[in-house]
């Protein structure tokens, strides 16, 4: 089993920045893809950044790519999100999930993919 904890989240005005951060404990992730998802009011879950167990292969949501950096730090056992020139409509709360079965890259753009997940951190951005 491995327990994922979100951290990071809060309120920030538009263009601002947050870096999110998902500990992990109960097992080691180095052989996990992770991802992040969001999920705001009254909209399903979508897809933000994944990550493969290896770090060779980065996904974005064309919805973040230039401005969302996902990243590991493996001797941590952590997964961060860092969030530039954030956007009112970033706000959501956010979940970090991970996977150990190390299926094709294309996969982890889904959720249904991920067994693990956390129980997410609200990120607010204002105009």
């Known amino acids: 089993q491995v327990q994922l904890v979100e951290s990071g989240g809060g309120l920030v005005q538009a263009g601002g920045s947050l870096r999110l951060s998902c500990a992990a404990s109960g097992r080691a992730i180095s052989a996990y893809a992770m991802g992040w998802f969001r999920q705001a009011p009254g909209k399903e879950r979508e897809f933000v950044a994944a990550?493969?167990?290896?770090?060779?292969?980065?996904l974005y949501a064309d919805s973040v790519k230039g401005r969302f950096t996902i990243s590991r730090d493996n001797a941590k056992n952590t997964v961060y999100l860092q969030m530039n020139s954030l956007k009112p409509e970033d706000t959501a709360v956010y979940y970090c999930a991970a996977d150990a079965r190390q299926l094709h890259s294309s996969s982890y753009y889904y959720a249904k993919f991920y067994v693990y997940w956390g129980q997410g951190t609200q990120v607010t951005v204002s105009s």
């Open positions: 990550i493969t167990w290896s770090g060779g292969v980065i």
